[in-house]
């Protein structure tokens, strides 16, 4: 390994120190330990993959599904000055055949492809390559029960068959514990480490509101909050999606629809468009966004429900992916739970399925129901504990009320039951409220006990009880799927007035959000936005010349802390977030002459603060944590106290084995024959003392853990080497 991986992290990508679990991660993949990685969208993926592929000799094979967006990632990684390719169906025969040259011939880092390219040719051709790792993106799309499920996934398992001694990195950020397994019995991963990550993203808000006038819901709340940002709006029929970006333009919004009925062209320009241009809304099913990287998307809204709280986690989770602060919006409404059941119900899948989607559905809706924190039930599902209020969701910003609808719900239910189990929603308020419509008069409704029974509650209210009703399971659509209501087991005790229900208080008396977001891009003063705004036109201007988009120049945060920290050299320019050395030589100068061009305004700066030579600070670390060692703490004792990941304790103290300050037999619990044996099983390797931990480990059948045999590795290299200077 010629480069350290924290050097990397700086001097490429420009960031000071990992965030998480990204640096255990990246050390295993290093030292060829197959993973699962459970992350966030935004969370940091990429980088768990991307620094092992500096780190380690070879080339990396990146599997994607994302081939609209091969293009812009691999653009950004050559902005950083990583050798970067992608092979994909976009491609001319002979672009193909020059990108496999560069990677036979040792010229390119990563390489990006699809599954579907998983064939026996270029398992052949990757033959020829010597390869560093394979990263599985998206990794959830293995699943047969999950969202996104992609049938060529299930071929990937060939990779370990054909390249055991590779290490393989499967990533995803949504995924419950079912879909987990599912991952690695059909990727192949049994022995693999699972890196799970909290779900949680701090910088969205989340609100849910009920349908009413949900046009004048989403112009109400794109006006308030983000009337000059990028964001998406997802719908759940194409004439949905053409109708409201035609009505966002007539708003006069930057509205751009994609859907599956368009042109290919149509839809590729338009998501080109999204990509690089600002300040542009794109209004789509959610055919749209898989593995969108824009950064800078500040809103999602839904003005349908989402399947399931694996795709609402991840629609949401396209907005804020630059760590600034962002809101998802959805408003839904009886119509749509109805929709989505009858849809589910009429299906021609077999019934284990429909009772999965059901099960999926009935979380959503318990989410869109709940009265207790958004996040906390969001969480909660992807089985992690957190706080009960974040103060960052609808109803931790206005507490939800509830009420006592016992006695509204037996009236409900047993109009239902009272006019057969067959008419919808609207029809049977009309008999609550003693309409007399034709329906009713069609039907002899007029004549039944439940007529005229309901006057208490105008049509809104009835309306949410109804909806209330069927989103906790009471109730059911018909299995003719017109929509009609029928009585679900679940009922019964309240009919027999043997338990409490409950319910919502839902307020009708404003379509406009009592939960304004004010939401801003970059919290920056009103004295600071002439900058900011220079920066962004700077930046658009570069984007434009190199046909890029412009967060790959530098991303808001960068330019954000341009703004707050004012630098007037390079070396300080460096010293920013997302800023390596590539970029730096590249559009450091330029930038500086922005900035100084405000030099000369009131407007406060934030002095930098000096951060040591990396190498420097390195060292530093290392030499507290043997000092803590040698003080008698171990190696738990230690990462508690510091505060930083076990993984990194055991480097600390591999390096100080290697150069002989301590034994290996100080910091390993074993025993001396359990010793000799790792020793015997390294020098058995074609590597001998430089051979990767992965073959040692499987070798011995998984007995040893990877850190045992990584503090052997050393010791026995520290004593070979010391034969050698004593030979000499």
Known sequence: MNKQPLAVLKDIFGYDQFRGQQQAIIEHVIDDGDSLVLMPTGGGKSLCYQIPALCKPGLAIIISPLIALMQDQVDALNELGIQSAFINSSLAIEEINQIEYQAQSGQLDILYCAPERMSPYFLNFMESCTISLFAIDEAHCVSQWGHDFRPEYLKLNALHERFPQVPRIALTATADAVTREEIKNRLNLGQSRVFTSSFDRPNIRYHITQKQNFKKQLLDFITANHPKDSGIVYCLSRKKVDDISLWLKHEGYNALPYHAGMTNDARRRNQQRFIIEENIIIVATVAF??????????????????????????????????????????????????????????????????????????????????????????????????????????????????????????????????????????????????????????????????????????????????????????????????????????????????????????????????????????????????????????????????????????????????????????????????????????????????????????????????????????QNSDEMSLQLFLNGLDIDEIAQKRNILRATIVNHLSKAIENGTISSIEVVDIEEKDMQLIEDTILSQDDGVDTRLKPVFEFLDGVYDYDTIKCVRAGLAYQLNQQEVGFN
């Open 289 to 618: 966004g898989m593995g969108i990287d824009k950064p800078d998307v500040r809103f999602v809204a839904h003005l349908d429900l989402p399947k399931s709280v694996e795709a609402y986690y991840q629609e949401t989770g396209r907005a804020g992916r630059d760590g600034l602060p962002a809101d998802v919006w959805m408003t839904y409404g009886l119509a749509d739970v109805i929709q989505i059941r009858s849809f589910i119900d009429s299906s021609v899948a077999e019934d284990k399925f429909k009772q999965v989607e059901r099960r999926k559905l009935d979380a959503l809706l318990g989410l869109c129901e709940t009265t207790e924190c958004r996040r906390y039930t969001l969480l909660k599902y992807f089985d992690e504990d957190s706080p009960k209020h974040c103060n960052n969701c609808d109803t931790c910003l206005v507490p939800v009320e509830t009420w006592d609808a016992s006695v509204a719900a037996q009236k409900a239910i047993s109009c239902i039951f009272r006019t057969g189990q067959r008419f919808g929603v609207t029809h049977l308020i009309d008999v609550l409220l003693g309409k007399k419509t034709d329906k009713v008069s069609r039907f002899g409704h007029e004549k039944i006990s439940t007529w005229n029974i309901g006057g208490e509650f105008d049509v809104k209210q009835w309306r949410s009880v109804y909806r209330q009703l069927v989103s906790l399971g009471y109730l059911q659509t018909d299995v003719d799927g017109h929509g009609g209501l029928a009585l679900t087991e679940q009922c019964r005790p309240i009919l027999k007035g043997e338990t409490h229900l409950l319910l919502r208080k839902d307020v009708f008396s404003s379509s406009k959000s009592k939960t304004k977001s004010q939401v801003v891009k970059h919290s920056l003063s009103k004295e600071e936005e002439p900058l900011w705004n220079a920066l962004r036109e700077k930046r658009t201007e570069l984007a434009k010349e190199h046909n890029y988009p412009p967060y790959i120049i530098f991303q808001d945060a960068t330019l954000v802390e341009m703004v707050r920290h004012r630098p007037e050299t390079l070396t300080e320019m460096n010293m920013l977030t997302g800023i390596g050395q590539k970029k730096l030589e590249q559009y450091g100068q330029i930038f500086l002459e922005v900035v100084n061009a405000f030099s000369d305004d009131s407007t406060v700066k934030i002095p930098l603060t000096y951060t040591p030579d990396y190498a420097e600070s390195q």
